[in-house]
Nanobody, 127 residues
Framework: QVQLVESGGGLVQAGGSLRLSCAAS????????MAWFRQAPGKEREFVAA????????YYADSVKGRFTISRDHAENTVYLQMNSLKPEDTAVYYC????????????????????WGQGTQVTVSS
């Protein structure tokens, strides 16, 4: 059973920074890709960033490019999301997701592609 546990959320002023962590555990957990999604109140869940374990590449939504950085600690099966220059519109619950099976896609921005999800962590950016 794979478990993903997010941490690092909180309240920050606009222009500030936060670093989210997602720790994965479970027998023989071997990720193919891990990603961050977010969901703001009254809005649909949206893709934020992804990391492919096979090719080491990163992928971002246009709305966060240049401000957010996804990275991993391979030994710890942990993925991070460094968020800089935060804006009030970044306020949302942030979810970590993982896919463990091979795909011909390095990542997808659709949630159904990922088989495992964390419980989410709240990020609130005040203006």
């Amino acid at each position: 059973q794979v478990q993903l546990v997010e941490s690092g959320g909180g309240l920050v002023q606009a222009g500030g920074s936060l670093r989210l962590s997602c720790a994965a555990s479970g027998r023989s957990f071997s990720p193919y890709a891990m990603a961050w999604f977010r969901q703001a109140p009254g809005k649909e869940r949206e893709f934020v960033a992804a990391f492919n374990w096979n090719n080491g590449n990163t992928y971002y939504a246009d709305s966060v490019k240049g401000r957010f950085t996804i990275s991993r600690d391979h030994a710890e099966n942990t993925v991070y999301l460094q968020m800089n220059s935060l804006k009030p519109e970044d306020t949302a619950v942030y979810y970590c997701a993982a896919r463990t099976t091979f795909s011909h896609n390095y990542y997808r921005s659709t949630g159904a592609w990922y088989g495992y999800w964390g419980q989410g962590t709240q990020v609130t950016v005040s203006s």
